[in-house]
């Protein structure tokens, strides 16, 4: 084990009753030496899992640590800012967390800002609003994970409910699964929450499960995605006869593929000649008039990215819309479909240096950053570059900073009012290039292979900053 490691402190936490060590012990994979006999390798396996459930709950330990840290001072916002609301990220009456505050814990321990706040917001959860719980995690008898999963579902709870979750489940924790937990939430919601409880004899407070899903970010090599769905009895058997007749129709019309290909194309079928319904006016009245048969809605586009190699006719693309590789094929069979307007564009080059003397990000910049960047560029995340981010100057254009491929970068709304309004600051030591410094002295490269700690060893970490970092205003 390196010196500096086997060296390093644990430092002691007591947070609501539960004192737990925070530190490390990292033994270098290189220089593990293999176990001589089957019992030695069951108390190894042993003691690792030990190790790992111990840090479970030593990281949920920190992260109350790190929110209790970080309450909101004045003229901070606190909460999450959801569709222009600012949302608590734990149940009622639980201690609320500056805007900012999670970004840097989450980076520090390799997450994005999402999974950061989940996190933090689910350890105040269970510190605050369900102590029988937390003292079991404290005790090493329920996972953190666990806990976490319960804490999860308690957030829209009244402090009441959540009360009572807390007494119900601290017994059976490690037993009760995932439908019964939704069934005490219910319950809960049912005893405490009687104005939004979904009681079964009342239709008005009866959940409607309908609903059709699609697992975009799921998609196979083939381009494949799967769906679900819960329709009513008629709406089903009427899709089912839709779907039947226009499979036959299919295979009237030469298909040579199986009856289940058939059958999800006729999915599509039904898509793009779809009945559509719309709402006139006439006389204050609504009047539902069919709409031409053929779907005039707005288009689907596809971003499909093709190597040399793919257009020669082998290799793999990528759809840029889903982040996913697509067999060069499937692009080809999708490009020569029936209906489909294919726009071909030349290859961009992402190192040229393109410069424009005003302030407003021009379309042309626009998709060669997106193209270099990919995703936002803060540390971890993953937003997509094109459709969810906003153009940030790395040098403030009121500072001297120009409007040009070496100045501009893809951020997210959220990490682009943290880098305007906290001491988050970054580089770009050349295009598609971020070095991220946070209020800390946490050091991130972000490149095209995704982002790597480069915090200097034995780091001491300095007070954070309130003082904002800088005045560029959010750029759309």
Request: with cysteine.
């Amino acid at each position: 084990m390196d010196q500096d490691l086997a060296e390093a402190p644990f430092v002691g936490l007591d947070v609501g009753g539960v004192w737990l060590a925070v530190g490390m012990s990292i033994s270098l994979l290189e220089r593990n030496r293999t176990p001589g006999s089957p019992g030695d390798v069951l108390a190894c396996a042993r003691a690792a899992r030990a190790a790992e459930l111990a840090a479970g709950v030593n990281l949920l330990v920190a992260a109350v640590e790190w929110a209790a840290m970080h309450e909101p001072v004045p003229g901070d916002e606190a909460g999450w800012l959801v569709a222009d609301r600012f949302v608590p990220i734990a149940g009622d009456g639980a201690p609320l967390v500056g805007e900012f505050a999670v970004a840097e814990f989450a980076a520090a321990v390799g997450m994005t800002t999402e999974a950061g706040k989940a996190l933090v917001g689910q350890a105040v959860e269970l510190a605050h609003r369900l102590p029988k719980l937390w003292s079991l995690v404290g005790a090493g008898r329920v996972p953190g994970w666990q806990a976490r999963r319960v804490a999860d579902k308690t957030m829209s709870l009244c402090p009441e409910a959540a009360g009572f979750v807390d007494a119900q489940v601290a017994g059976v924790v490690g037993k009760i699964g995932v439908a019964q937990l939704d069934r005490l939430v219910e319950e809960a919601k049912r005893r405490h929450m009687p104005q939004t409880a979904q009681w079964p004899d009342d239709p008005d407070t009866v959940p409607d499960g309908r609903g059709v899903w699609f697992d975009h970010d799921q998609v196979s090599i083939d381009g494949l995605v799967q769906m679900r769905g819960s329709l009513d009895l008629a709406d089903a058997l009427d899709l089912h006869k839709a779907v039947a007749v226009t499979a036959e129709q299919l295979l009237v019309a030469g298909s040579t593929e199986g009856l289940g290909a058939r059958q999800a194309a006729a999915l599509g079928e039904l898509a793009r000649n779809q009945l559509s319904l719309v709402f006139d006016q006439i006389e204050g009245e609504p009047r539902v008039a069919p709409r031409s048969r053929r779907n005039d809605g707005q288009p689907v586009t596809l971003y499909l990215h093709l190597s040399e190699e793919a257009l020669a006719g082998g290799g793999v693309g990528r759809c840029e819309n889903t982040s996913s590789p697509i067999d060069a094929g499937t692009i080809r069979e999708w490009s020569a479909a029936e209906g489909v307007t294919l726009t071909v564009k030349p290859v961009i080059d992402l190192a040229e240096h393109v410069q424009v003397g005003q302030y407003e990000v021009p379309d042309r910049l626009k998709e060669l950053v997106g193209l270099r960047d990919v995703s936002c560029v803060f540390p971890w995340c993953s937003r997509p570059a094109r459709s969810a981010c906003d153009h940030d100057h790395a040098i403030p254009f009121a500072d001297g900073g120009s409007t040009c491929s070496c100045n501009v970068a893809a951020l997210c709304r959220h990490h682009h009012r943290l880098k305007t309004h906290s001491p988050w600051s970054y580089s770009m030591p050349e295009p598609g290039v971020y070095v991220w410094t946070s209020p800390h002295g946490y050091v991130f490269l972000r490149d095209r292979a995704g982002t790597t700690d480069v915090t200097p060893p034995g780091l001491r970490p300095v007070p954070g900053c309130a003082v904002g970092a800088g005045s560029d205003p959010p750029d759309r």
